[in-house]
């Protein structure tokens, strides 16, 4: 009988001669396992250049993380742009239909260490490079809208306060702390920005189901030089989805990789990631008719106001084959902008063009991290940059200058197709002095919360007040809900009533540059999009006895559908199939995993199967915590008896009736359409009563 796993060893083998082990200098090594010593019980001997050569290389493996987004997770992908654009822009990738521009794209919490937990509360950043014909072009955004600063010259401020604190270095990856919150009492342009960062939109359910934005206004120049001001944003083909706080807490010790290992797996199975790229575009002429500046990166531009144009669409479809090499490597520059795409004078936008080359010289470790291969652009480099650490071209010829003649005057400068910076207007005395359009730092986040649904103000609520209650110092509680009360009266009250702080006796004067609008519904995580189950995981709890042929189909109907389904149990191997069949495989030991994992579960029928679930602790808190998690549980036949159990369904409630309750009996059909169904539909957050009314 042939010998399985002989039979991978064997597939996998490669001529000894490619494979042996050498040292950098590729001399073949007789022995990696032993130090030279004299002697067996000697000292080791300096002549033992492998073992020298092997510490050191492992001495200076790291280099220096990120000092804001250290921690991300990318893949690679594709762009191609629905129709051309060239009336607005004159970049190729965005004009001609026909082509696909491949990308790199890093997702990346802000504040942690590399090491941190992926579900912490925190922007996301979303930073995509699009390989280009004329050149690479970096849209280095975020999940979130706006930003927390309308200057670069805060953000060292800034980062400072959201980082662990500088005596004690804790709290690690969190912005529950004093610090923080002492800069944004001080500084309510942040306003804003803590409404977003205190709503869902900073736990993600996935990589795949956030938006993303550019966040600056940038500016299209087209072929004749016409400008128009342009807002990107990344919308996701899943729908905008959230974690439950409680259960971010949770993931973040029992799979600190959750984001991360959600798009290597979605990427592998298939299920690839998308989104749409929209623009919104403003004729230049239109500059000065919003009632706040487009300069100001505590502002978005209301959806409602300018509409969102879908102008292409990004697949992501590989992952990376080293980490290090590839997404730790990646560096990514804001001022990385090809013909057609130009920067405004947004001064947030303007700092930032200094600060992404400097970093990376420290980070990568001088200038020639571009020709790294995922920094390498595709479009072909030729110019007179020289030498430096780390080199890898083979530079040819004599003439280094320009102009030369000695190289025929090559490489050649200008002609079409080059970069010209548009040749804005500008005019002034230098000063410092924040512009007055950018005076107003509530309205848009009142905008926010009147857009926001019921359950979503709850979770806003909750954040705050779990926020400032980590905060030791009142006075910092006492000055944010007087900022809050700027946003909504309500809103402070409640926040205040949490945290042992007075609450504001008045309303006071929100802000004043809101909008046209009073309420953005494309603020909402409301009534998303429930099409698809793609990327979804769902738990079906099992033991000897289930009904085996319920397990198949519900397996069956959600993979034909892109989900993942995982038939848990008390221990790895198989179950006994309640009608004699083939055993049932079993994926993951209920103790290795926890409902926290996944988006619903599933109790199959079995009489057996179910007595066993019942009479296990750990079935019945997963049933239970799914419940408490609004998500979907599901039973047949006898396992109904465990959602009861689990208070998670019965007669006199009134769970069924608020749906993320499926249940049925017997024959799968209906009961795996209405499984598929619930799913989709993310969560049945108006369950969490205690946080609506908070
Ligand atoms: Fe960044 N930012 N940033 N940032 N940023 C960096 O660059 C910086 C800002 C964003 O996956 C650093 O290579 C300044 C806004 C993303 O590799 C650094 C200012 C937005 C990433 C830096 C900002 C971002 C970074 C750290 C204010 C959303 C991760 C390491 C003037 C529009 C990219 C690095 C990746 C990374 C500086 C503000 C997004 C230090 C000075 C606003 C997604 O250069």
Redesign the pocket.
């Known amino acids: 009988m042939t010998d399985p796993k002989q039979e991978r060893l064997d597939a996998h083998r490669v001529d000894p001669k490619d494979t042996a082990l050498t040292t950098d200098q590729g001399i073949r090594v007789d022995d990696t396992d032993n130090s030279l010593t004299l002697g067996e019980r000697g000292p080791s001997l300096l002549a033992d250049f492998h073992l020298r050569e092997k510490l050191t290389h492992f001495d200076h493996e790291r280099i220096p993380e990120?000092?804001?987004?250290?921690r991300?997770a990318?893949a690679y992908g594709r762009f191609q742009v629905y129709e051309s654009l060239a009336e607005y822009t004159s970049a190729e990738f965005l004009t001609d239909p026909s082509l696909e521009t491949p990308v790199f794209v890093?997702?990346?919490t802000?504040a942690g260490s590399r090491g941190s937990a992926d579900t912490v509360r925190d922007?996301r950043?979303?930073?995509t490079k699009f390989y280009t014909q004329q050149g690479n072009f970096d849209l280095?955004?975020?999940n979130m809208p706006v930003?927390f600063?309308q200057?670069?010259m805060k953000?060292?401020d800034f980062v400072h306060a959201v980082k662990p604190e500088p005596h004690n270095e804790i709290p690690q990856a969190q912005s529950a702390h004093d610090t923080l919150w002492d800069f944004v009492q001080l500084q309510p342009e942040t306003t804003h920005m803590m409404m977003w960062l205190m709503s869902d939109r900073a736990i993600p359910r996935s990589y795949a189901m956030m938006e993303g934005?550019?966040?600056?206004t940038f500016r299209l120049v087209n072929a004749e030089g016409r400008a128009t001001f342009a807002k990107f944003h990344w919308k996701p083909k899943l729908g905008k989805h959230s974690l439950d706080w409680d259960e971010t807490q949770k993931i973040a010790g029992k799979d600190p990789d959750f984001n991360r290992r959600d798009l290597w797996d979605s990427i592998e199975a298939g299920a690839y990631p998308e989104w749409e790229l929209g623009l919104q575009l403003v004729p230049a002429e239109d500059e000065h008719k919003f009632a706040f500046d487009l300069l100001d990166?505590t502002k978005i531009i209301p959806e409602e106001e300018v509409p969102v144009r879908p102008v292409g669409k990004m697949v992501l479809d590989r992952n990376p084959e080293n980490f290090f090499a590839e997404t730790e490597q990646?560096?990514?520059?804001?001022g990385n902008v090809v013909p057609g795409i130009d920067f405004t004078n947004d001064p947030?936008?303007?700092?930032?063009l200094?600060?992404?080359l400097?970093?990376?010289l420290i980070?990568l470790g001088g200038p020639n991290f571009t020709q790294l291969p995922v920094n390498r652009p595709v479009a072909p480099v030729a110019n007179h940059h020289r030498d430096g650490y780390h080199q890898t071209e083979i530079h040819q010829g004599r003439a280094a200058y320009h102009p030369n003649t000695l190289s025929g005057g090559c490489p050649v400068v200008g002609g079409s197709g080059s970069f010209t910076h548009f040749p804005e207007q500008a005019d002034g005395r230098a000063v410092r002095k924040r512009s007055e359009s950018f005076a107003d730092h509530y309205g848009q986040a009142t905008l926010f919360w009147n857009s926001m649904s019921d359950w979503e103000k709850g979770h806003i609520v909750s954040a705050f007040r779990f926020e400032l209650g980590k905060v030791e110092t009142m006075q910092i509680r006492e000055g944010v809900v007087a900022n809050l009360n700027h946003v909504d009266h309500e809103l402070a009250v409640k926040v205040a009533e949490g945290i042992g702080v007075a609450p504001p006796e008045e309303a006071v004067p929100t802000g004043t540059t809101a909008s046209a609008v009073t309420a953005s519904p494309a603020l909402s995580q409301d009534g998303q999009p429930a099409e698809t189950v793609t990327g979804r995981k769902v738990a079906v709890l099992v033991a000897d006895g289930v009904n085996g042929a319920q397990v198949a189909a519900v397996r069956d109907a959600l993979t034909a559908e892109g989900a993942f389904c995982e038939v848990l149990a008390a221990s790895d191997g198989t179950v006994e199939d309640a009608g004699g069949g083939a055993p049932v495989e079993v994926d993951r030991a209920m103790a290795t995993m926890a409902s926290v994992l996944y988006d619903a579960v599933v109790v199959p029928g079995g009489e057996r199967s179910v007595q066993t679930l019942l009479g296990s602790g750990d079935a019945v808190h997963f049933v239970a915590e799914t419940f408490k998690h609004c998500k979907t549980v599901a039973a047949l036949d006898e396992g109904v008896e465990l959602l009861e159990k689990a208070g998670a369904a019965s007669a006199d409630s009134d769970a069924a009736s608020q749906g993320g309750v499926v249940t049925g009996r017997g024959d799968t059909g209906d009961f795996t359409g209405e499984l598929i169904k619930a799913v989709a539909a993310h969560r049945v957050w108006t369950r969490d009563k205690d946080h609506i009314a908070a």
């Open positions: 990120r000092v804001v987004h250290a991300g990318g890093r997702f990346s802000v922007v950043g979303f930073a280095v955004g975020n930003f600063i200057d670069g953000f060292p934005f550019g966040v600056h990166p990646v560096a990514f520059h804001i947030l936008l303007q700092a930032r200094f600060s992404y400097d970093t990376q980070r």
